[in-house]
């Protein structure tokens, strides 16, 4: 196969009875393929045309999935976009990627956010109807081949932006190539077939529900479901009353539903493997086999991966979850001497293509290929590798990585404020919390408050600390953050 246009379309003809959309609300994978092909007419018809570059701004819905398909059909590079963000940042981001349109999904359009753009409403896109200019367009049969079938291997398919610990998210550009082999790597390794249903209840503009769930469980030809948003008290109902055969998670759903349920929770269940392994896990909801993996969005999606069955004991001080494991057998890789991760891949389009920032794609690859994760790491006895931390300076709240550089500017208009940083705290459940770190003889404690209470609950400091001294690089005046924790504090406030 060259493209994604191609792997929908096999899969329409193949396997086209296995269910596709939500929890509760899904139908046979057909009929939503049959749909978003006259989205892609429609499209057209609304000169959104192949090869240009559209924004997918919304939440999870069979509209998001049908709209996701449709510009692949068209042809169109489909960025997505996390709709939690405030629309500054929005704008930020949107001014950075230069999209022909912006597609709104669910959520609210913010004329702020590329006010010169055109802007589509696709919230109605499961009933085949997408608004434009304030008229309502309902799609015509489709008519002549779907352009997106000619899209080659190496072309862009779509874009994912990174968390923006260090400033603006950036925008990782991923080839058809890039998810077409990684749907593979994921089908194989979890041995999806048509007999399984693949649960991924996660947003969907993030790399482990759409390229580990959607791709990979279509590649593997099973069902595949999602949710409108991840429901610890609903979760094993659900999986039971689906089928589910196979979740794809992460971190933070997995630590509360092993704090919130019960075996008896789970009970009756079908599921056979799970993404993100957890000793725990699997021995509290009797679940016979998990997958531990290390990768990033850059780094191919996944670049190693590991099987654990239930009762296997993983002897490692930073956990179970943090095995890497053997590397795809596409990439190669190597831990340098100060404990960074190193990748490469053996062929094209296997790691991302780069960052696209204002019209340019630029590559951050060595002379060799080398792409520098900016992770630390380890080597094991076994010569495997075990993932330590982030190297970046990192907070991640409820699954969500925190834009750092853009919650300091933020809080950086606050009168009285002389030096801020944010960092973070051990939170319940692993989660971090965002401590909000000041210096200033005249600490407005209300205005923060007033300032922290717009963020999106994910960004919101929880505890306001006043040092005497903020530690900064002598050379670059860079925060050093790992030093935050010990500087000396003055007061503290407790925000939440």
């Given amino acids: 196969m060259n493209n994604l246009s191609e792997l929908l379309v096999d899969r329409r003809q193949t396997c086209g009875d296995r269910p596709f959309g939500l929890v509760g609300d899904h139908e046979p994978f057909r009929d939503a393929f049959d749909r978003a092909a006259r989205l892609a007419t429609l499209l057209g018809d609304l000169a959104v045309q192949p090869g240009q570059r559209v924004a997918v701004i919304g939440t999870n819905s069979r509209s998001y999935l049908a709209i996701w398909m449709a510009l692949q059909l068209a042809g169109v590079e489909t960025a997505l976009l996390n709709p939690t963000y405030p629309p500054e940042l929005l704008a930020e981001m949107v001014s950075d990627l230069e999209p ?66 260090t400033g603006t998210p950036k925008f990782c550009a991923q080839t058809h190539e890039y998810f077409l082999r990684l749907g593979r790597f994921i089908a194989d390794s979890m041995s999806f077939s048509e007999r399984d249903v693949v649960f991924a209840p996660l947003p969907l503009f993030h790399i482990n529900p759409l390229g580990y769930g959607v791709i990979g469980g279509l590649v593997g030809r099973a069902g595949v479901l999602s949710s409108q948003r991840f429901s610890a008290s ?87 979850s943090r095995y890497g494991g053997r590397a795809r057998h596409e990439v190669v890789w190597r831990v340098d001497d100060d404990g960074e991760i190193y990748v490469r891949a053996l062929r094209p389009n296997v790691l991302f293509d780069g960052y696209r920032r204002r019209g340019e794609l630029i590559r951050p690859f060595d002379a060799d290929g080398w792409f520098a994760t900016g992770d630390l790491g380890r080597v094991d006895e076994q010569g495997n590798l075990v993932f330590i931390e982030r190297r970046a300076e990192s907070i991640r709240v409820k699954g969500e990585f925190v834009p750092i550089g853009y919650v300091e500017n933020v809080f950086a208009k606050v009168g009285g404020i002389d030096d801020l940083a944010i960092w973070r705290q051990a939170g319940e459940l692993g989660d971090d919390e965002v401590v909000l770190f000041v210096t200033g003889e005249a600490i407005d404690v209300d205005a923060i408050r007033a300032v922290r209470d717009e963020l999106p609950p994910f960004m919101r400091p929880s505890l306001l600390v006043r040092l005497k001294l903020m530690p900064r690089d002598d050379g670059v005046g860079k925060v050093r953050r790992r030093e935050l924790d010990d500087a000396e504090r003055l007061e503290s406030w407790v925000l939440a």
């Fill in 100 to 165: 022909d349109a912006i597609t709104w999904i669910g959520t609210e359009p913010q004329p702020s956010v590329g006010p010169q753009l055109r802007h589509l409403d696709a919230s109605r896109a499961s009933d085949g109807e997408i608004t434009a200019g304030g008229a309502v367009h309902a799609a015509p049969p489709q008519s002549g081949p779907l352009p997106g079938l000619a899209r080659q291997p190496s072309d862009t398919a779509g874009y994912m932006h990174t968390s923006g610990t």
């Fill in 234 to 320: 609903r979760f094993w109902s659900e999986v039971r009353a689906e089928g589910v055969t196979a979740l794809v998670l992460h971190g933070p759903p997995v630590e509360i539903l092993k704090r919130t349920g019960t075996p008896a929770d789970a009970a009756g269940h079908s599921v056979r493997i799970t993404f993100f392994a957890d000793a725990e896990f699997l021995d509290q909801f009797a679940v016979p086999l998990g997958v531990s993996a290390y990768g990033s969005t850059e780094a191919g999606g996944l670049s190693h991966l590991w099987l654990w069955r239930r009762g296997e004991v993983a002897d490692l001080p930073e956990g179970m």
